[in-house]
């Protein structure tokens, strides 16, 4: 079956810095990638939808400059949390879907605790 | 944002009952779709029903949709103590492929 790996899968970082969250098509290629963010307790928001060789497209309310998406391959897309604040702290997840597959496939989530 | 409500917030049950959970959303929709969260995990794909499908079952779970009512509802049956987790509901509308989640429900079945 389709799966996708998240790297990494819990990061600590201080406020000020920078911080990376890859995600990975293993077996399919997926021109488009979703992005989610789950506060404790809560649903998923999607933040932005990634897509291939284009710019991403975010939701209404999330920062394009604050969080930085990269699909820069079939297999790949990177979401680069900027100038973290300790309210970035959250569960971020990535998704995507295989088109032989009825549902989207997820990847096991980072969470993200910037101190 | 998040497309609808889901019903109840928080169940608790015995081992061997059924679990039943209803999602409302509020736009035209291609599917709507059933995933499952442990705590502090990836989901899991349950079910995918299509907008003109009205029930659909596999294996223990028996997924409805009323389009009418913008709701569907999720039965678990002969619930396990593994079925402990996070159920959420969602959509993806008629027109895009961004799937759009409900608030969840918090499922724990007691052994």
């Known amino acids: 079956g389709a799966v996708v790996s998240q790297h990494p899968s819990w990061v600590i970082c201080k406020s000020g810095t920078s911080v990376k969250i890859e995600c990975r098509s293993l077996?399919?290629?997926?021109?488009?990638m979703f992005w989610y963010r789950q506060f404790p307790k809560q649903s998923l928001m999607l933040m932005a939808t990634s897509n291939e060789g284009s710019k991403a497209t975010y939701e209404q309310g999330v920062e394009k400059d604050k969080f930085l998406i990269n699909h820069a391959s079939l297999t790949l897309s990177t979401l680069t949390v900027t100038s973290a604040h300790p309210e970035d702290s959250s569960f971020y997840i990535c998704?995507?879907?295989?088109?032989?597959?009825?549902?989207?496939?997820f990847g096991s989530g980072t969470r993200l605790t910037v101190v | 944002s998040q497309q609808g409500e889901e019903d109840p917030q928080a169940l608790s049950i015995q081992e061997g009952e059924n679990a039943t959970m209803n999602c409302s959303y509020k736009t035209s929709i291609n599917n709507l779709q059933w995933y499952r969260q442990n705590s502090g995990r990836g989901l899991v794909h349950l079910i995918l029903?299509?907008?003109?499908?009205r029930e659909k079952h596999s294996g223990r779970l028996r997924v409805t949709l009323d389009t009418s009512k913008k709701s569907s509802s999720l039965l678990i049956t002969a619930s396990r103590a593994a079925d402990t987790a996070s159920y959420f509901c969602a959509t993806v509308a008629a027109a895009g492929n961004k799937l759009t989640f409900g608030g969840g429900t918090r499922v724990l079945v007691k052994p």
């Open positions: 998704s995507a879907r295989a088109w032989e597959l009825d549902g989207y496939t």
């Open positions: 077996d399919f290629q997926a021109t488009t």
């Open positions: 029903i299509r907008s003109n499908e």
